[in-house]
């Protein structure tokens, strides 16, 4: 083990040097493992008739939250004053643990007292496949704290032969409570829990109750209960070796799990039953089983009048294997770019037969702007678009594979852009209370629409006037397409002088900077939902944004708005700068010159937002406590504040930290922990959920992969009461014990998981085999028969200006997913075998 380095922090030791050939062990785990990823994307578009309330006033002020069992991990906007709300809210992250359940609650915004669960939609894991890319209403179900359930018990049963006193024998029963995993939360905290364990007949229920274990989600009871198994007055000692029949059948073993309360009522956690005659073949028992929502009679509720919700949901889970099986489709796939023509490339054929491009799209953008392929395959789609465009007017308005792919390109090396230009003026838009609006159906009482009018004015021009004067940072990928979207629409278009400008504005203005500003929480460029006010002022302030750059570009005499108000409020910048300032700016990010972004020398906004941290010294009394606090970091460094944009209350540069790793739960009994490990003592922060603490830690060891003396060896958990937990070692500044999972190779390009881009693309041609197929029956239709299409459906949908080449482009996709089908079965074979039926990993409980 390598010695600590002079400035790195009691316990932990320094990391090699990265090189080309330590790549395994600098990601910390074995090259031949399987890892298996799990993500969820999708939207929450609407719910409707919702129950009013009884009063006068039967409007209600709803939300809705996203669920991994009872843990919440996303939450939308409030939709005011309506029983049909329409949230609009998509959503996309990483699920970094096993779930049982999906879940959609629809909840009640209430003030003063504790929010109000309307209904909910739930999904089993295994059902999710069911509704992939499909919107679907879904009817909301009662919320029910006795079915709100997560976890598992591992329990073992044991018959005993007992004499009694007076000589006759009979059998004892010995239940053994080992643990529970993955008890929820309450109220944001970890548990109290203890079981109670009864033995439940027709005349009987003997109970008995273990101890409570404090703030553990994760109990270990180890309590072991005995249970006497009555006799028939008929038991005989022939019979002594086992139980009776008519006994075995009727007895069972419930087990209820409960979080103490204290002063108020203990909460209902779940339940297991266990028949006795799990033993009538075996002397003991032993399994891990699934908890269970309690039969309390609530099945006969009404579900039909709580109103229903409009999802759209697509989950994935990818079995990511080692990064040599992927290098014949890799190599077919970065080899699209020069095919000729572009419709008989990997890549494009993948988007021709997914059911949705953008399935496709996400992990080819990443994957070729990964490898510097992105320009040329962007370029020569466009081209493909161009080529059915027949109206200047309408150029790459669609939402056709060019669109998708320069959208998705924007988002993933735009988002510094954005930061730089949009967040100082969003961040005065949201923390203001200026109304601007200028309808005057909605005008509240006392608006004065002149004022809200020059209220509206001040933040679009700020705004405008920061856009067109940004060029210098657009991202040098942007600029590049830009320049290529020019030059072939004044190819397509000669005769139109404007259409060189509106091909980059249809992109930049509409489907970058107008999105970022009316939804600036899902570009990262705000920490929570603004609202209602401030999403009607950004919605205005889009809307101008939008109209301004397509009529700068266009230069159009009148603008294209359907209402009345925006039309007179519009007239206002119908002006000469503005149209020449929108041209400057558009020549100036399709320019080929070679610029340096201004935003280099200022430090990047990466993530902000609260969590809980434990304090750094003691407090008077001597005890270390965890506090609220706003954590932002950048570029340069990570702080925390008592507030969003107060002064920092500490501040460790990004440059000082040599670990980002996970804390295990024992430390403080408190789950979703991370731990920053710097040249100062270890930051110990709690996050507010699985998906929240995943972001976190991902980001930090991505803004600090490249640091020098990055650590190799850590401690999982914390060093209390004189000794690290995990190791026992009573130094303080023993060397860590577990290898660093130092993620990412330090050379990496851009926020990109290779192989996992890969193995979903290798998914997506599975799951569309058929359709490739059809697409292969249709190149060789079209190759033999050159006559008119009589049957049109056949393979009309299918872009194919060149049947050969794509033929052949087909066969060898074929072949590459037919040679990763073999590894992928092995491993499936392998992982069902593995996991024995009443393991932890396979519980025994079908979810209901």
């Known amino acids: 083990m390598a010695a600590a380095a002079p400035d790195a922090p009691a316990g932990f030791s320094e990391a090699p040097a990265p090189t080309a050939t330590a790549e395994p062990e600098a990601r910390g785990e074995d090259s031949r493992e399987v890892r298996v990823l799990q993500s969820l994307r999708g939207k929450i578009c609407e719910a409707k008739n919702l129950l009013p309330y009884l009063g006068p006033n039967k409007m209600r002020d709803c939300f809705c939250t996203i669920n991994l069992d009872q843990e919440e991990v996303y939450r939308t906007q409030v939709v005011e004053k309506s029983l049909s709300p329409f949230f609009s809210e998509e959503f996309y992250f990483e699920i970094p643990r096993t779930f049982q359940y999906l879940s959609f609650y629809v909840y009640d915004k209430n003030v003063l007292q504790r929010d109000l669960r309307i209904g909910k939609v739930a999904i089993k894991k ?37 004499i009694t006193e007076n000589g006759t024998v009979c059998q004892q029963l010995v239940v053994h409570v080992k643990a529970c995993h993955g008890l929820p939360l309450i109220n944001g905290q970890s548990c109290d829990p203890y079981a109670t364990v009864s033995l439940v007949g027709p005349s009987r229920n003997d109970q008995k109750k273990t101890k409570v274990k404090k703030k553990t ?36 073993i419930r087990i209820d799990l409960w979080n103490n309360g204290n002063l108020v009522q203990d909460v209902f956690l779940g339940e297991i039953k266990v028949p006795v005659n799990v033993l009538r073949n075996d002397a003991s028992h032993q399994a891990w089983y699934l908890l269970q929502p309690r039969d309390n009679g609530n099945k006969s509720s009404k579900t039909d009048d709580l109103g229903s919700l409009r999802l759209n949901i697509c989950y994935t889970e990818d079995y990511v294997l080692p990064s040599e099986y992927y290098g014949p489709l890799k190599t077919l796939l970065l080899k699209s770019p020069d095919v000729q023509p572009i419709s008989a490339s990997a890549a494009y054929i993948l988007g021709e037969i997914c059911r949705d491009k953008n399935d496709a799209v996400l992990p080819l953008v990443r994957l070729l702007l990964h490898h510097d392929k992105l320009v040329p395959f962007a370029t020569a789609v466009a081209e493909l678009d161009l080529k059915e465009t027949q109206d200047a007017n309408t150029i790459f308005r669609g939402n ?41 159906i909605k005008l509240k009482e006392g608006d004065n629409v002149e004022n809200n009018k020059e209220n509206l004015r001040y933040y679009v021009d700020k705004l405008f006037s920061t856009i067109v004067k940004s060029s210098m940072s657009c991202p040098t990928v942007m600029c590049d397409i830009f320049y290529s979207l020019r030059q072939m629409a004044t190819q397509r278009f000669p005769n139109d002088p404007h259409v060189q400008y509106s091909a980059v504005s249809s992109f930049v203005f509409l489907r970058f900077f107008a999105v970022a500003v009316v939804s600036p929480h899902t570009f990262h460029l705000r920490p929570h939902h603004p609202d209602p006010q401030t999403i009607r002022t950004l919605t205005l302030i889009s809307k101008t944004i939008q109209t301004l750059g397509s009529w700068g570009s266009l230069s159009k005499s009148k603008s294209s708005f359907k209402e009345t108000f925006m039309c007179e409020f519009f007239k206002m910048f119908q002006e000469e700068g503005y149209i020449m300032a929108v041209k400057k700016f558009l020549d100036e990010i399709s320019s080929t010159e070679t610029k340096e972004s201004s935003g280099t020398s200022e430090p990047v906004h990466l993530k902000e937002g609260e969590m809980y941290k434990r304090a750094q010294g003691r407090t008077r009394i001597g005890k270390k406590n965890f506090k609220k606090r706003w954590f932002c970091l950048t570029s340069r460094e990570l702080t925390y504040h008592k507030q969003p944009g107060k002064d920092a209350i500490y501040t460790i540069p990004v440059k000082n930290i040599l670990a980002v790793e996970k804390l295990e739960e024992s430390s403080f009994n408190k789950k979703n922990m991370f731990q920053v490990i710097h040249t100062e003592k270890p930051l110990y922060v709690q996050a ?32 209390l009461n004189g000794n690290w937990l995990c190791c026992l070692e009573t130094s303080e500044n023993a060397l860590g014990c577990k290898p660093c999972t130092a993620g990412v190779p330090a ?37 033999v028969y050159q006559g008119p299409q009589k049957e049109p459906d056949d393979y009309s949908n299918f872009v194919i200006e060149d049947s050969v080449t794509t033929f052949k482009t087909i066969q060898q996709i074929k072949s590459v997913i037919e040679k990763l089908d073999e590894p992928h079965e092995k491993y499936r074979k392998k992982r069902s075998s593995s996991a024995k039926y009443g393991s932890k990993e396979n519980p025994i409980g079908k979810i209901f």
């Not at 972001?695 to 640091?707: F, H, K, M, P």
């Not at 881009?757 to 079209?782: D, H, N, P, V």
Request: glycine share 2%.
């Open 217 to 252: 989600s994760n109990p270990q009871f180890n309590e072991i209960f005995y249970f006497e198994v009555t006799r028939s007055s008929s038991y005989t000692r022939k019979s002594q070796f086992q139980v009776e029949e008519e006994d075995i059948e009727k007895l069972e």
């Open 688 to 719: 507010n959920n699985c998906v929240e603490a995943n972001e976190w830690i991902d980001v930090l060891c991505r803004v600090s992969r490249c640091n020098q003396n990055r650590l190799s060896c850590y401690h999982p958990s914390a060093y």
């Open 747 to 783: 050379d990496i390009q851009i926020d990109i998981d290779e192989d996992r881009e890969i193995e979903r693309i290798y998914s997506l041609f599975t799951l569309s085999f058929l359709k490739l197929q059809k697409m292969e029956e249709a190149c060789g239709t079209i190759a």
């Open 126 to 162: 295994e059902d999710l496949c069911n509704h992939s890319g499909k919107e679907t209403w879904f009817s909301l179900q009662p919320v029910d704290s006795n079915s709100e359930v997560q976890g598992k018990v591992h329990l073992e049963l044991k018959l005993n032969e007992l």
């Open 400 to 440: 056709s594979l060019a669109t998708r792919c320069l959208d998705e390109m924007m988002k993933i090396v735009g988002g510094h852009y954005l930061k730089v230009t949009l967040k100082p003026i969003l961040d005065e838009i949201c923390e203001s209370s200026k109304s601007c609006e200028i309808d005057p």
